[in-house]
């Protein structure tokens, strides 16, 4: 098969130095295309599709390539929407909503709904250098989403190529309003018309809603008890009492059942003043009962780093001081006096908790503030308030810039996120955490944990030599033991992140037989050629793990 003929007409590359460029994102996995395009529009990808099933190549989709699981990598056929496809189409202040297309930059979107004092709040700690499309994808949450929910409680429209090769509007309608539509050959937005094939194209949407009611008591009975979830298929979401909101099934599908092209977003208004309390736990015995205290005030974010990720931000102290503005070794000690006074006072703290409050009654916020400080002084924490936005900021960097921390300075050991993104109910954690740690130091692991402890989602990133292949074998094994001791807490395995190459394969185990065969037929319904992003979620493998693992 001669790529290069058949995709002459696109602005494609098959250097190997470009290939090389997109073989890998933020995951402990390379794979190199066989071609990467760049679509200028969604009637390229229609040909893309065509060309796909005739030719017998599957699409993989790529925004900001920050996916940590290996999502957008693919040994086939690889679409980039960051060069063309990355407009803001619309940005309505008075209805509060945002049409972009998938390649859309979220500081790019950041910076223009500043203009309007909007936000779109579902942003993850990578929020500097993620894409839309990849939000939508793996249904990304971050640090407000305890307030404010994940991406999909903000998609009002998804415009999507399916493996028809028609481009069809997803906006939530009642089933007669959708069939109707679908059936006049035409589906109504609220800014264009789109022709459809034929009247059979109505057979994707009846089969699902089928599907999901015939089987309406299990995925009732199966539904994950914690509040976040991005693994499989949103089949818990997607049937609203007698209507079917496609929406749902394709938010987080990470590219497995057709192709996004535009996204239409419900925006929110920024809230005009917050405050910060940073609080140093030392013994984790009452967390559960701090943070049940603490939830009923309501705070924006309550977001957790453990004393590991503690030592690798002070052992780059210089660096981060540098980011925040201060000059010099002694701009860099004032800025982390506090925490130096901390540690000689009780030690590295084992947790430290960042409890935000934000709103538009700045003697609310105080006022919430100063009860979570008596909160903290009931069980004995160390707490301090920052005295301004550049001390508050030395914290959100703690908490978001880690990740990136451990892969640019660490040279000899690779950030390996293969653990990184699971869930279990917050009032487990003091009796899961020394389980978790035993099986890691079992392997005698350097890893840091931060998260959301609001919600129970913790984030683990062993350091791992990737190049020792007993190192790469242990992946595997530490992975079946996390992961089967999240599910006997009745947790989930990925509550933001997604599934892509590490999780897929175990879907059936974290969600039965029985449901992990609905997601196999929505992805037959949807996709019966198998052409949309090859290896995740029901096509994954276990084997395919150590396959494209970096080595």
Request: hydrophobic share 35%; net charge negative; charged share 30%.
């Given at each position: 098969m001669d790529l290069s003929e058949i995709l002459?007409?696109?602005?494609?590359?098959?250097?190997?130095?470009?290939?090389?460029?997109?073989?890998?994102?933020?995951?402990?996995f390379k794979i190199k295309p066989k071609a990467v395009v760049f679509p200028k529009n969604s009637e390229e990808i229609k040909k893309l599709i065509k060309l796909a099933k005739e030719n017998n190549f599957s699409l993989t989709c790529r925004a900001g390539g920050t996916d940590m699981s290996g999502g957008p990598l693919t040994d086939s056929v690889l679409i980039v929407f960051t060069k063309y496809m990355n407009k803001i189409l619309e940005i309505n202040p008075q209805e509060k909503y945002a049409v972009v297309q998938p390649g859309v930059y979220f500081r790019d979107l950041e910076k223009e709904l500043n203009k309007y004092n909007l936000m779109f709040p579902s942003y993850p700690a990578s929020k500097e250098i993620c894409a839309i499309g990849g939000m939508i994808a793996n249904d990304s949450g971050g640090e407000k989403s305890l307030k404010y929910g994940k991406t999909h409680n903000y998609v009002i429209d998804l415009r999507v190529v399916l493996s028809d090769g028609e481009e069809y509007n997803l906006?939530?309608?009642?089933?007669?309003?959708?069939?109707?539509?679908?059936?006049?050959?035409?589906?109504?937005?609220?800014?264009?018309?789109?022709?459809?094939?034929s009247i059979k194209n109505t057979d994707f949407y009846q089969r699902t809603y089928q599907l999901l009611k015939e089987n309406y008591e299990l995925i009732q009975k199966t539904k994950p008890k914690v509040s976040k979830n991005s693994s499989g298929y949103n089949i818990w979401g997607a049937l609203d009492g007698e209507n079917l909101d496609l929406i749902k099934l394709f938010v987080g599908s990470q590219g497995t059942l057709g192709i996004i092209t535009e996204i239409k977003i419900k925006l929110v208004e920024k809230e005009n003043f917050s405050q910060l309390l940073t609080i140093f736990i030392k013994d984790l015995k009452n967390l559960p009962h701090f943070t049940q205290d603490v939830l009923k005030l309501q705070p924006t974010s309550l977001e957790i780093t453990d004393d590991h990720t503690?030592?690798?931000?002070?052992?780059?102290?210089?660096?981060?001081?540098s980011l925040l503005g201060a000059k010099g070794i002694f701009s860099t000690i004032k800025l982390f006096l506090p925490e130096i006074f901390i540690i000689l006072k009780i030690g590295l703290p084992k947790l430290i908790v960042l409890t935000e409050f934000t709103g538009n009654n700045e003697k609310e916020i105080y006022e919430k503030i100063e009860q979570t400080k008596e909160i903290a002084k009931k069980y004995k924490y160390l707490y301090r308030q920052p005295k301004n936005e550049k001390e508050a900021e030395k914290y959100w960097r703690l908490r978001r810039d880690t990740y990136k921390l451990l892969r640019e300075k660490i040279k000899d050991l690779t950030a390996s996120p293969f653990i990184d993104d699971f869930i279990i109910l917050p009032q487990y954690l003091p009796e899961f955490l020394p389980k978790l740690y035993q099986i890691l130091d079992e392997y005698k692991l350097i890893y840091t944990i931060s998260g959301h402890l609001g919600d129970g989602n913790l984030h683990i990133i062993p350091l791992v030599n990737l190049k020792d292949e007993n190192q790469r074998k242990n992946i595997l094994a530490i992975t079946d033991k996390v992961y089967d001791l999240v599910l006997e807490y009745n947790g989930i395995l990925?509550?933001?992140?997604?599934?892509?190459?590490?999780?897929?394969?175990?879907?059936?185990?974290?969600?039965?037989?029985?449901?992990?065969n609905i997601f196999r037929e929505i992805k037959n319904i949807f996709d019966p050629q198998n052409i949309f992003n090859p290896y995740k979620k029901i096509t994954a493998r276990k084997e395919n793990i150590e396959k494209f693992m970096i080595k």
């Open positions: 002459k007409d696109f602005d494609f590359s098959v250097d190997d130095r470009v290939l090389e460029e997109y073989s890998q994102d933020t995951s402990i906006e939530l309608q009642t089933n007669a309003e959708l069939i109707q539509n679908l059936q006049k050959n035409s589906i109504s937005s609220a800014s264009v018309q789109l022709s459809s094939a503690f030592k690798i931000f002070l052992r780059f102290a210089k660096e981060m001081a990925t509550a933001e992140h997604n599934d892509g190459l590490i999780r897929g394969p175990y879907l059936e185990k974290e969600f039965g037989q029985e449901v992990y």
